[in-house]
Nanobody, 114 residues
Framework: QVQFVESGGGLVQAGGSLRLSCAAS????????IGWYRQAPGKQRELVAR???????IYADSVKGRFTISRDNAANTAYLQMDSLKPEDTAVYYC????????WGQGTQVTVSS
């Protein structure tokens, strides 16, 4: 039962960068895979990136080479570094533990202008 609080979103021009943070509560963070998801208006929520217990990562094809997921277990925090942002990256971004019972947080808005 982990709770998540996302932060770091904002408005940025195309080609710019943002770093999102995901602060988690609970004692099981270290043993959980963590994923970043996003949902654009009128669209289904989709997986953006995922990082496993041993640091193995998976990225959506649309963000490969531009986004980097990481985690700091001591701080119970996951990150998403987003570079070379495009307007199509505009969405509300969420983090979660896909293999645990985890409620969704509020998300953080990312808006990329042309």
């Amino acid at each position: 039962q982990v709770q998540f609080v996302e932060s770091g979103g904002g408005l940025v021009q195309a080609g710019g960068s943002l770093r999102l943070s995901c602060a988690a509560s609970g004692s099981t963070f270290r043993s959980n895979t963590i994923g970043w998801y996003r949902q654009a208006p009128g669209k289904q929520r989709e997986l953006v990136a995922r990082i496993g217990v041993y640091g193995m990562t998976i990225y959506a094809d649309s963000v490969k080479g531009r986004f980097t997921i990481s985690r700091d277990n001591a701080a119970n925090t996951a990150y998403l570094q987003m570079d070379s942002l495009k307007p199509e990256d505009t969405a509300v971004y969420y983090c979660n533990a896909p293999f645990a019972i985890s409620p969704w947080g509020q998300g953080t808005q990312v808006t990329v202008s042309s």
